[in-house]
C-alpha cells in the first residue's frame, strides 16, 4: 500500500512546492471533480481534497496547484458530529473556529461476560442505555447543527459508524444529512478537545505519491 500523508490547507501549497522541485519537471496537472493529480518526471501525487467536488476541471500543461489550493483553503461552514456509545460532541466551524457545540455522555455499561439469564438481563439493560445514548445525541445533534442548516456546507461524522448511522437516522436531521462527507473521521472518545482539534483532520487533503 503505498504510503499517504494528510496535509492541512495552511501547509498544503509547501508541500506541493517541495514535490514539485524534487520530481522536475512537472509535465501535466489533472483536475478531476475528486482528485487533482500532479505527473512529475519520475512520479506522481494524487490529492484527494476534502469537500468535492472541484469545478475548475481538465489537464493543464506542467506545475498548476491554483485550482487544488483555491478548494482546499477556502473556509467553509462545517457541522461535526462526533459518536461513541455512551459520548458525542456534535460542533459547528467557521473555517477553524468553532461557534457553536454541545459535548454530552450517557453511561453504557460494557458486555457482562457471564452466562444464563444474569447475562440476557445485563444484555437488555445495555441495549436500553444504548438507545438512550444515541437518542441524546440526536437530540443534541438536531439542536446544534439545524440552528446553522442555512449556512452548512459540509457534515463531517466521527466515531463509531454503528452508532452514528443510528444518530444520523434520525428524522429530524433529514436536513443535514445529504450533506455528510463519506469518509468518517477515526477519534478518540468524543469530548471538547477531540471536538476543537477535528478542522485539522477534515480540511486536510491526502496526499499519495506514488512512482
Known amino acids: 500500500m503505498s504510503e499517504s500523508y494528510e496535509v492541512p490547507p495552511e501547509r498544503l501549497g509547501r508541500w506541493l512546492q517541495r514535490w514539485a522541485d524534487e520530481h522536475a519537471p512537472v509535465e501535466r496537472t489533472e483536475v478531476r471533480r475528486e482528485r487533482v493529480t500532479f505527473v ?6 494524487d490529492c ?21 489550493l483555491d478548494h482546499a483553503t477556502r473556509d467553509r461552514v462545517v457541522g461535526v458530529v462526533l459518536v461513541r456509545l455512551g459520548g458525542y460532541a ?8 468553532l461557534v457553536a457545540s454541545k459535548v454530552g455522555r450517557r453511561q453504557v455499561h460494557g458486555r457482562h461476560r457471564a452466562g444464563g439469564s444474569s447475562q440476557k438481563r445485563f444484555a437488555r439493560r445495555r441495549e436500553g442505555q444504548a438507545r438512550v ?77 506514488r512512482t
Do not use: N
Not at 149 to 172: H, M, Q, S, T, Y
Open 90 to 97: 456534535v460542533g459547528v466551524f467557521a473555517g477553524r473556529r
Open 133 to 209: 445514548a444515541l437518542e441524546a445525541a440526536a437530540d443534541v445533534a438536531a439542536r446544534v447543527l439545524l440552528e446553522h442548516r442555512r449556512d452548512l456546507e459540509a457534515l463531517v461524522l466521527g466515531g463509531d459508524r454503528r452508532a452514528l448511522a443510528e444518530v444520523i437516522a434520525d428524522p429530524r436531521l433529514r436536513p443535514v444529512a445529504s450533506l455528510a462527507s463519506e469518509r468518517v473521521l477515526d477519534v478518540p472518545d468524543p469530548r471538547l478537545a477531540v471536538l476543537q482539534r477535528t478542522p485539522a483532520l477534515f480540511r486536510a487533503t491526502i496526499l499519495r505519491p
Open 40 to 45: 512529475g518526471s519520475d512520479g506522481a501525487v
Open 48 to 68: 484527494d481534497p476534502p469537500f468535492p467536488p472541484l469545478t475548475a476541471l481538465g489537464d493543464r500543461t506542467g506545475f498548476d496547484p491554483g485550482p487544488l
